[in-house]
Nanobody, 123 residues
């Protein structure tokens, strides 16, 4: 099973980026998907999650109102639209796939992890 995230890069504060994560080797249409991130010198933290059909989402308080998670089960892909980026959003972003269908911020429920894509936001 492989999860490959795309879309990271260097942007300025206030800009937008859209991350995508394609999965292969396993269908995640019945599984929750999530995004986590690790900022330089910090612990990994939850960003956003979406339930298996996309009907339920949950976000970290730090990104609520700025980030939107979505999914396309036909493409086995999850997205993270990031608007109004701030320097504190600088991190490596990891996409994940869970063994459960509910949107959860519990990292222990996500068995599958991608390698991550770097997002750098300059001030």
């Amino acid at each position: 099973v492989q999860l490959q995230a795309f879309g990271g890069g260097l942007v300025q504060a206030g800009d937008s980026l859209r991350l995508s994560c394609a999965a292969s080797g396993r269908t995640f249409s019945s599984s929750a998907r999530g995004w986590f991130r690790r900022a330089p010198g910090k612990e990994r933290e939850f960003v956003a999650a979406i339930s298996w059909r996309g009907g339920s989402t949950t976000y970290a308080d730090s990104v609520k109102g700025r980030f939107t998670i979505s999914r396309d089960n036909a493409k086995n892909t999850v997205y993270l639209q990031m608007n109004s980026l701030i320097p504190e959003d600088t991190a490596v972003y990891f996409c994940t796939g869970a063994d459960v269908g509910i949107a959860t911020m519990n990292s222990a429920l996500y068995r599958y992890w991608g390698r991550g894509t770097l997002v750098t936001v300059s001030s």
